[in-house]
């Protein structure tokens, strides 16, 4: 993901949120680069969208992601992609509110 200086703005404060707290600025990029690395992950294993700028990109400013945070099945595969969604869920809600946007991510039980 290509960061804008708008964009890299904004993932500074999500990165600071999440607890990266890095005095030295190549290691702070490095930490931002893997932190949205790992939130583009769980955006394509939960099948929303293609990264996760592209989940929460102002040209979807209706869309709300829907994901399923609950699970009755004891299959291991079933509680991982619970977990994951569990995950972008949260990451979703906490750039949403850095952003001040109302939006949160509907979870689905």
């Given at each position: 993901m290509i960061l804008s200086a708008n964009k890299l703005t904004n993932n500074l404060r999500v990165c600071y949120t999440l607890g990266i707290q890095i005095n030295n600025t190549e290691m702070k990029m490095k930490h931002i680069t893997d932190t949205f690395k790992?939130?583009?992950?769980?955006?394509?294993?939960?099948g929303c969208f293609e990264d996760f700028d592209d989940l929460v990109n102002k040209r979807h400013h209706s869309y709300t992601p829907s994901?399923?945070?609950?699970?009755?099945s004891k299959r291991k595969s079933d509680?991982?992609?619970?977990?994951?969604?569990?995950?972008?869920?949260?990451?979703?809600?906490?750039?949403?509110?850095?952003m001040g946007d109302t939006r949160r991510a509907y979870r689905a039980g």
């Open positions: 790992k939130f583009d992950q769980l955006t394509r294993d939960c994901l399923r945070v609950k699970c009755n509680i991982e992609q619970v977990i994951k969604n569990n995950r972008l869920a949260e990451a979703y809600d906490l750039y949403m509110e850095l």
